[in-house]
T-cell receptor
Framework: EAGVAQSPRYKIIEKRQSVAFWCNPISGHATLYWYQQILGQGPKLLIQFQNNGVVDDSQLPKDRFSAERLKGVDSTLKIQPAKLEDSAVYLC????????????FGPGTRLTVT | KNEVEQSPQNLTAQEGEFITINCSYSVGISALHWLQQHPGGGIVSLFMLSSGKKKHGRLIATINIQEKHSSLHITASHPRDSAVYICAARGYNFNKFYFGSGTKLNVKP
């Protein structure tokens, strides 16, 4: 079974530029999560989708971050414009559904904003 | 105050030692997850538990719902166990995860 795929793995941009990350969850998984993990900290949930609907985006900085999952499968997370403090690893995870199911994490995208 | 607190933040052990990592949480939960993150790597789920104890190889996870406390034990530790271990509490409605800041474990040969 293929795992959660993310791309790119690494990205370096200058502040005020835009960047997009892509995630393809495990086939059949309805729930998709985007997390931001700053060095030395635990992951912080940015947004959670159930199929193509948003379940929780309370911690998403909506003035600069956006995410979509139009067909309920893969998802993109965008930052526009980027700030220095956005430097982090962006993790995508998926689970079969809402409920007592395991989350499976992708390898992450390490973003450096200079 | 964080909803999930882990201790210690850093832990160095000699190969073969018995290791315990603690996790306390303040929210009502439906499940407690233990995750492992290797340097530069993604996150792997080790355990999901809502009561009692689970064992997988040299790893044991326990939870005490009344005390809102969980522990991860590693028996006969090995250098390949070196990683960051993260405790995550899943809220009652299954929607929200609360993550600890992680315990960085270094096992020396």
């Amino acid at each position: 079974e293929a795992g959660v795929a993310q791309s790119p793995r690494y990205k370096i941009i200058e502040k005020r530029q835009s960047v997009a990350f892509w995630c393809n969850p495990i086939s059949g998984h309805a729930t998709l999560y985007w997390y931001q993990q700053i060095l030395g900290q635990g992951p912080k949930l940015l947004i959670q989708f159930q199929n193509n609907g948003v379940v929780d985006d309370s911690q998403l900085p909506k003035d600069r971050f956006s995410a979509e999952r139009l067909k309920g499968v893969d998802s993109t997370l965008k930052i526009q414009p980027a700030k220095l403090e956005d430097s982090a690893v962006y993790l995508c995870a998926s689970s079969f559904a809402l409920g007592p199911y395991e989350q499976y994490f992708g390898p992450g995208t390490r973003l450096t904003v200079t | 105050k964080n909803e999930v607190e882990q201790s210690p933040q850093n832990l160095t052990a000699q190969e073969g030692e018995f290791i315990t990592i603690n996790c306390s949480y303040s929210v009502g939960i439906s499940a407690l997850h233990w995750l492992q993150q290797h340097p530069g790597g993604g996150i792997v789920s080790l355990f999901m538990l809502s009561s009692g104890k689970k064992k997988h190889g040299r790893l044991i996870a326990t939870i005490n719902i009344q005390e809102k406390h969980s522990s991860l034990h590693i028996t006969a530790s090995h250098p390949r166990d070196s990683a960051v271990y993260i405790c995550a509490a899943r809220g009652y409605n299954f929607n929200k995860f609360y993550f600890g800041s992680g315990t960085k474990l270094n096992v020396k040969p």
